[in-house]
């Protein structure tokens, strides 16, 4: 043990040996030290009311409300009452109409044979997993379907989300952390911001589709990475696109994406929701599509919910970048894996994908009668790639606010539902969007409308547009 001289003769010798200024600034950090330490918060006498004033005050206290007043007619007061399944066709608030309003590309959402083997398999596993992939939510058929989809993407690796939504809003912040830069075009979907937002990574946001404009941002920070070469030696970057943008319908210049990742260092997310399913010769998407090498892509995303006609959604890359999703993938991790009937289904669309290659060409036939119909329209601008299943609507006519522009594409939309068309005003969450997208209505295309089901639908469109836009003057 120590004794009590040594540690004073200790101290002795530091003092002589320290500098005025050091002197003073140990000084000032032990007295500050015991003011902490010491020091007692003063706090005011309370008030004391007697009991009919304690009453009075608390008889005049409201509180606030916990949700704001929401109008009576509100989109969420008015929901649609979909009877009978969801098809070619399909029954809203007891209407029968041509359906162009959901994300039933291929059709399978109706496909007999897939829906008894998805029987089959809710009698041998039953209605869910009830419980996430880490804690026994793990089923045979998850397994088999993530191989499957590695297989069919020509990939390393896939890993299965329970919804389209979480898995790209999962696996954005699973490799974008703070202080790293994204750039993303400014129309992507919800899900993606909701990844952006929980990355906290620094965002650049580029103009639709503007290669030019993301050049010029990709030079900017060039510029400034020269001025503090240290920290952007250490700084990541990413580049975020939607293969078919939900918001507009348009295709991304995939090449040209690919040509800037490589000359700029970025590392390429491609989110191919709309696109799995309906382009490439084989429905692998626009990678196929372009026949860009797979390996410049480093995380591919799809949802399962529009060709597929199932639930969830995937990732596909090589096994270092899937694997560690499955450590850092919240959605992954912490919901309950996707119910093995509904995975089952996703087995079987797959099935059908390689068994029949045709129905992708027959899908993409009917965009294109799709879109060469859309300049007949008196009162709508459309966008979309003829090739999209995807189409947007836009009145021709402007309005001074978004609000009333919604209102009356949402008068449309309801009085298309009593003709005999669903269609769907697109719906956003005007104070969350980043970039909020003028109000339009979102038509679908599905491979199993005719001709005639088309046609039906654009005269029921034109002579609904024309009696609202007559009344809104």
Request: charged share 25%; hydrophobic share 40%; aromatic share 8%.
């Amino acid at each position: 043990m120590v004794n009590t001289p040594y540690i004073f003769n200790e101290i002795y010798y530091i003092l002589q040996k320290s500098s005025p200024f050091e002197l003073t600034l140990e000084a000032l950090l032990a007295l500050g030290l015991i003011c902490i330490v010491f020091y007692k918060r003063t706090t005011k006498k309370m008030r004391h009311l007697a009991p009919t004033d304690a009453e009075e005050v608390l008889a005049k206290w409201a509180p606030e409300p916990l949700v704001a007043d929401v109008p009576d007619d509100h989109p969420a007061l008015r929901t649609r009452i979909v009877t009978g399944p969801v098809g070619k066709m399909i029954q809203v608030d007891g209407n029968e109409c041509i359906n162009m309003a959901t994300h039933n590309y291929l059709g399978l959402a109706e496909d007999e044979e897939i829906k008894q083997v998805a029987v089959k398999s809710l009698r041998k596993y039953g209605v869910g997993s009830c419980g996430p992939r880490g804690f026994y939510g793990t089923v045979d058929v998850h397994l088999e379907l993530e191989e499957r989809l590695a297989k069919f993407m020509e990939t390393e690796e896939a890993v299965v989300y329970s919804y389209a939504f979480s898995t790209i809003a999962s696996a954005i912040p699973a490799y974008a952390k703070r202080g790293d830069l994204v750039f993303v075009d400014e129309c992507v979907n919800f899900a993606i911001q909701k990844g952006l937002d929980a990355s906290r990574s620094k965002v650049f946001f580029y103009k639709h589709n503007d290669m030019d404009d993301l050049e010029r941002l990709l030079q900017k920070q060039q510029v400034e990475d020269k001025r503090n070469p240290a920290k952007a030696k250490k700084t990541r970057r990413f580049l975020v696109a939607e293969a078919i943008y939900m918001n507009t319908g348009e295709v991304c210049p995939l090449p040209r994406l690919v040509e800037l990742r490589e000359r700029y260092k970025l590392r390429l997310f491609l989110d191919e929701s709309l696109s799995f399913g309906v382009l490439g010769v084989s429905g692998r998407g626009l990678i196929e599509h372009f026949n860009v090498d797979k390996t410049q892509v480093d995380l591919v995303s799809a949802g399962l919910e529009w060709s597929a006609a199932t639930i969830g959604g995937f990732c596909a890359g090589s096994s270092f970048i899937v694997e560690h999703q499955r450590l850092s993938g919240l959605g992954y991790c912490f919901s309950a894996s996707l119910p093995p009937l509904l995975t089952q289904a996703a087995i079987s669309a797959l099935d059908r994908f390689e068994s029949d290659p045709r129905i992708f060409e027959e899908l993409r036939d009917r965009c294109r009668t799709v879109s060469e119909k859309l300049p007949a329209l008196t009162h709508f601008q459309s966008r979309g790639d003829p090739l999209s299943p995807v189409k947007h609507l836009y009145l021709r006519s402007t309005y001074d606010s978004w609000t009333k522009e919604k209102m009356i594409l949402d008068n449309i939309s309801t009085q298309c539902i009593e003709n005999g068309l669903a269609v769907v005003a697109a719906e956003y969450l005007e104070t969350m969007e980043k970039n909020c997208p003028r109000p339009s209505i979102r038509l679908t295309v599905s491979r199993l409308l005719t001709e005639k089901d088309i046609d039906d639908a654009f005269r029921i469109l034109e002579r609904v547009s024309e009696k609202i836009l007559a009344r809104a003057g």
